[in-house]
């Protein structure tokens, strides 16, 4: 008798697509989802955890049950598109807008020693101080002696940075007052947070090199830093890793969801 014909057709993957992040607002069933960028990483894991029981009945036990406990997805997703938004949500922080303004400083007062760098604007609220620096003056805080650039000190303009040269005429432990201007702007500011974790939507949409492409949403995950962010890349492209931890979001919702794309 012959063997009926495979019509099975086998179903390659080559993956490929788009993950958007997505935070819950007014709508508890819609969330602001933001596409995070390149990731050239993306898998979801399963963990199972089992209760065997072996009968002692003879000499040899053997297993006569077993009872699956628990399931437990989990998700990571590498990210190679440092945004300000990426890195915000590898601090479990925020990113905003640091402005700066071009109110003229006043003796800035600082401690200094020679062979050191000092940052202006530190000062206040101002955590990373001020950029872009012009009409630098450094005095002693009598006022009566007028240092000179690149005689007692050298000045870097664009990062708002002083350096002590040695030897230069100006002692260690002494208190300089700088006057400066800071270049009126904004630029981008990453702050971390406390939680270490941010709860939200993942949503990937599909776009295969080779393969039927399915979407995937996690309703409800806890997205987590992993690893290293590195600032230093040698000639290799910087990026950044996320635990994904699935959770359930309702009674009716699956943790895991996948549907095709095409609609017949």
Not at 114 to 136: A, I, K, T
Not at 153 to 177: E, F, N, R, V, W
């Amino acid at each position: 008798m012959a063997l009926p014909l495979n019509t099975h057709t086998n179903q390659y993957v080559f993956g490929r697509g788009r993950i958007f992040i997505g935070v819950y607002s007014g709508d508890a069933n819609r969330a602001d989802r933001r596409f995070i960028g390149n990731c050239p990483g993306f898998t979801l894991s399963v963990e199972s955890e089992k209760f065997e029981h072996f009968s002692s009945t003879s000499g040899i036990q053997t297993k006569d049950l077993t009872v699956t406990k628990s399931v437990n997805f989990n998700a990571q997703v590498t990210c190679d598109d440092i945004q300000a938004e990426n890195l915000a949500l590898f601090l479990a922080g925020t990113a905003g807008t640091l402005t700066q303004s071009a109110t003229p400083v006043t003796n800035e007062a600082i401690v200094v020693k020679n062979g050191y760098h000092y940052q202006l604007g530190l000062v206040g609220s101002n955590d990373v101080g001020v950029r872009e620096v012009s009409s630098v003056t450094v005095t002693d805080t009598a006022g009566t002696t007028t240092y000179v650039l690149n005689t007692h000190y050298k000045l870097d303009a664009d990062s708002g940075m002083i350096y002590i040269i040695p030897g230069g005429g100006i002692t260690d432990g002494q208190t300089i007052h700088v006057d400066y201007t800071p270049a009126a702007g904004a630029r981008t500011l990453v702050e971390s947070g406390t939680g270490g974790a941010i709860d939200a939507e993942l949503f990937f949409v599909a776009d295969n090199a080779n393969g039927e492409d399915r979407d995937l949403r996690i309703p409800l995950c806890s997205i987590a830093p992993s690893g290293e962010l590195p600032f230093i890349t040698g000639d290799e492209l910087g990026a950044m890793t996320f635990d994904i931890g699935v959770s359930t979001k309702d009674s009716t919702t699956p943790q895991i969801i996948i549907a095709g794309q095409d609609v017949a």
